[in-house]
């Protein structure tokens, strides 16, 4: 076998592995608090160490991960994100460990006269 064939071998056989690797299982969930806030709970594998890191958009197709609006320890699994305008929705990409990465919203509608109003779709 040549050098350069034994090199492209070995290139593969380590860069195919790490293009396999399923997704891990990460269920989070956004409530708006009493105060105008959210509150964000999530689950995760035991594997996955690290921070989280949330960044907010009023947009769910436009949220850059540039500046979090809030970091927390994997293994918190919760936190709070005091917003500015507690009229408007926000979107929220989280960022587990810098790898996995999952997006919420509060689905709970305030509509004055309506009660329990849910938005039954998904981000």
Not at 22 to 33: H, L, R, T, Y
Not at 34 to 61: F, L, Q
Not at 77 to 90: A, E, F, K, M, S
């Amino acid at each position: 076998m040549t050098y350069k064939s034994l090199l492209s071998c070995l290139t593969l056989v380590l860069v195919l592995p790490s293009c396999t690797g399923d997704s891990p299982n990460i269920v989070a969930v956004c409530e708006g608090n009493n105060v105008g806030n959210y509150d964000i709970k999530w689950e995760t594998p035991s594997r996955i160490k690290g921070k989280v890191k949330v960044y907010a958009s009023a947009n769910p197709d436009l949220i850059l991960p540039r500046n979090p609006v809030a970091i927390a320890d994997v293994s918190d699994q919760r936190l709070t994100i005091v917003v500015n305008n507690p009229t408007r929705r926000y979107y929220y990409l989280m960022v587990f460990d810098n790898r996995y990465r999952t997006k919420i919203a509060d689905r709970k509608f305030d509509v004055p006269g309506i009660q329990n109003l849910y938005d039954m779709g998904g981000v």
